[in-house]
């Protein structure tokens, strides 16, 4: 085993809880796994070494919230919505209908170019959902493609009702064959709890079913508007309710209470010209937040962990450090991973050099390429 040490970090955030941050600091690497974190000066000798130069460096960032098979553009929508045209989630079987004409390579090299951009950008885990082919076989094959780039991988075929069948039958399709077709190529269920997709009977139905199959469960909630959304996903042990914009006191009250993390979804208000959600009033409740893209190609058509993390902070009035943390520890506890999103001794080597001094200039500095360098599993990766 190959040991690395990188040390003249000029400030490392570890999302350890024990000890957040660090100056003039150093980590070394073995095995793809960190063995050792402390002061530069103290380190133990390793086989390489890694000069900071006195940048900053942050865990890998853990993007809890992504849809990256499909095929199409959504160029159109897009424009329309800027020219004042309202969103109300039905470009979705616009991308279905490119998804299911679309070949197995076609997808799978959209997907490549996706994770390759996240990567430039940080994100060293990922999650990807189906949900663009709405049929068993395609649904199949797009959790087959997802699987070749993460262990992540959300059976969604609950996005919305296909218009060639009704929602009773579509249901039945989605608890019935679809899910024993899916359920051994995904780890997560989802389904798209809101007006215009599936109400709260359906979603419950459809998330037990694959609870039962052994799927762990999360939730599209209360993203257009107040609903049932959050109540499902804290009363059915969700591990993530996701978008959270439109919230009473009552849900806040019970994503506390319940340890649902709340993962906020601002690039689909950006791309939306929708409400933040408020992350203040979440994080000052006691509620677990996390941060991710939905990168998709119709309402969030982004890749940019840092540029999340900088809307988290002007719209949504996060301070930078809760912003980082969210976007890091908050997106794995969001996929119930303790080696992932932290620089802790024993935890997955996944580490992000920025050419600045604090992970602060991500928010100050927004759109600027600040990743100087990515390492997953104590490997270069960018």
């Not at 218009?163 to 009773?168: A, G, L, Y």
């Not at 677990?288 to 309402?299: F, Q």
Request: overall charge negative; glycine content about 8%; some cysteine.
């Amino acid at each position: 085993m190959t040991s690395t040490v990188f040390d003249g970090i000029g400030l490392l955030y570890t999302a350890d809880p024990s000890r957040e941050e660090i100056e003039d600091a150093a980590v070394v690497v073995e095995d793809g796994v960190v063995r050792w974190i402390g002061r530069s000066a103290d380190a133990p000798a390793a086989d390489e070494r890694v000069d900071a130069e006195g940048r900053a460096v942050i865990p890998g960032f853990v993007d809890s919230h992504a849809h990256l098979v499909f095929a199409g553009d959504r160029t159109a929508e897009f424009a329309a919505r800027m020219a004042g045209q309202r969103y109300s989630a039905g470009g979705i079987r616009t991308t279905v209908a490119a998804t299911r004409e679309a070949t197995v390579p076609e997808l799978a090299a959209t997907t490549a170019l996706l994770v390759t951009e996240m990567t430039a950008q940080g994100t060293t885990t990922f999650e990807i959902k189906s949900g663009y082919g709405l049929t068993v076989e395609s649904e199949r094959r797009c959790l087959e493609i997802a699987g070749q780039f993460t262990t992540e991988t959300t059976y969604l075929g609950a996005h919305v009702v296909p218009p060639e069948v009704s929602p009773d039958d579509y249901v039945r399709t989605v608890t019935g064959p679809m899910l024993d077709a899916c359920a051994p190529h995904a780890r997560w269920i989802d389904v798209f709890c809101e007006r215009g997709a599936f109400d709260e009977e359906q979603s419950r139905e459809i998330l037990g079913a694959g609870i039962k199959a052994g799927l762990r469960a999360r939730i599209h909630a209360n993203q257009l508007g107040e609903g049932p959304g959050v109540r499902v996903a804290c009363e059915m042990g969700a591990a993530s309710a996701d978008h959270c914009t439109h919230l009473t006191d009552a849900d806040v009250a019970a994503l506390a209470d319940s340890g649902v993390v709340a993962t906020l979804l601002p690039g689909a208000e950006f791309s939306t010209r929708s409400p933040y959600p408020d992350a203040r009033r979440l994080l000052d409740a006691g509620v677990a937040v996390a941060l991710a893209t939905d990168c998709n190609p119709g309402s969030s058509f982004t890749t940019s962990m840092p540029f999340c993390v900088a809307l988290a902070v002007r719209e949504m009035r996060m301070t930078p450090l809760e912003a980082v943390r969210a976007a890091t520890r908050g997106g794995a506890q969001a996929l119930l991973r303790d080696d992932v999103g932290t620089l802790r001794e024993g935890a997955q080597a996944d580490l992000v050099m920025l050419n600045a001094p604090s992970y602060v200039h991500l928010a100050y500095r927004p759109g600027v390429p600040l990743v100087a360098q990515v390492w997953r599993s104590g490997r270069r990766a960018v």
